[in-house]
């Protein structure tokens, strides 16, 4: 049997060894400082340490998340599920970036000029390294645009094509049968099918998206696409009818349009 004994909070006769409870611990902690909670320093010391000791067990043991890839890929699939981290939740995303600037307003700009001045130093990447200046410019962006044609990303997304397609016919101001034209020699194209041939629609037989490229007008009935492309010489040098007309029928025999005609006018 244990001896009863006083407690060091509220002198209470008690079986336990100093305290009768976790608040009278709690307490008597909090009045002394004892523990790394409510003491700063004792709490600078074991964070200085940055955790080496924990680090060097899970590592032997393979036990955490960083050395265990089961688990980790558990925590990321339960995360994913049930959206609890701020990677998978929009909201928590929110409010930690509010609060984050309301204790700090200029955090993320003293964080940035301190990259740029240690860039700077250091001369690393290409805004102050003239050889990775160089190589960044011989690639021309050309692995960025790879990764964009295999995921379907920006230029190469159909939704954004439309919108941006929309945007820009919008502001020329030139329309007919509820479409928007970039230019009048397309819109009187479309008004000459329009009346003689067929009812043009959007996006089923005018402006008709196959694949990538977008194409001005696509007549069923003859199984044939037309494209008014009077390209400017000034800014594309390089670039004749002949490519421009390969280009684009290579691309409908990739999309399965191999036995349509593709009609260029200039």
Do not use: W
Request: glycine share 4%; net charge positive.
């Amino acid at each position: 049997m244990n001896k009863q004994g006083k407690c060091k909070c509220c002198k209470k006769l008690t079986f336990n060894k100093k305290f009768c409870s976790k608040k009278c611990c709690q307490k008597y902690f909090k009045k002394y400082r004892i523990s790394a909670f409510y003491n700063f320093k004792i709490r600078h010391i074991i964070c200085s340490n940055g955790g080496k000791r924990a680090n060097t067990i899970n590592k032997k043991n393979h036990t955490s998340f960083c050395y265990d890839s089961k688990l980790r890929k558990k925590a990321i699939a339960s995360n994913k599920r049930n959206r609890k981290d701020a990677f998978h939740n929009f909201d928590i995303q929110s409010k930690g970036g509010k609060n984050a600037h309301e204790l700090h307003p200029t955090l993320a700009h003293n964080c940035a000029m301190k990259m740029i001045e240690h860039c700077r130093k250091k001369k690393k990447g290409s805004f102050f390294n003239i050889i990775e200046h160089r190589k960044v410019a011989k690639m021309g962006g050309s692995k960025s645009n790879i990764l964009r044609k295999k995921n379907k990303i920006g230029f190469y997304d159909q939704k954004i094509q439309k919108r941006t397609q929309e945007l820009l016919a919008k502001y020329k101001h030139i329309y007919f049968n509820g479409i928007y034209f970039r230019s009048r020699g397309e819109c009187e194209i479309a008004m000459n099918i329009h009346y003689q041939i067929e009812q043009i629609k959007l996006y089923k037989n005018c402006q008709f998206i196959v694949g990538i490229k977008l194409y001005d007008n696509f007549v069923k009935k003859y199984n044939c696409f037309i494209e008014y492309h009077p390209f400017n010489s000034m800014y594309c040098d390089k670039e004749t009818y002949k490519k421009y007309y390969k280009i684009r029928k290579n691309n409908l025999n990739k999309n399965g349009y191999k036995d349509y005609n593709l009609l260029v006018i200039q």
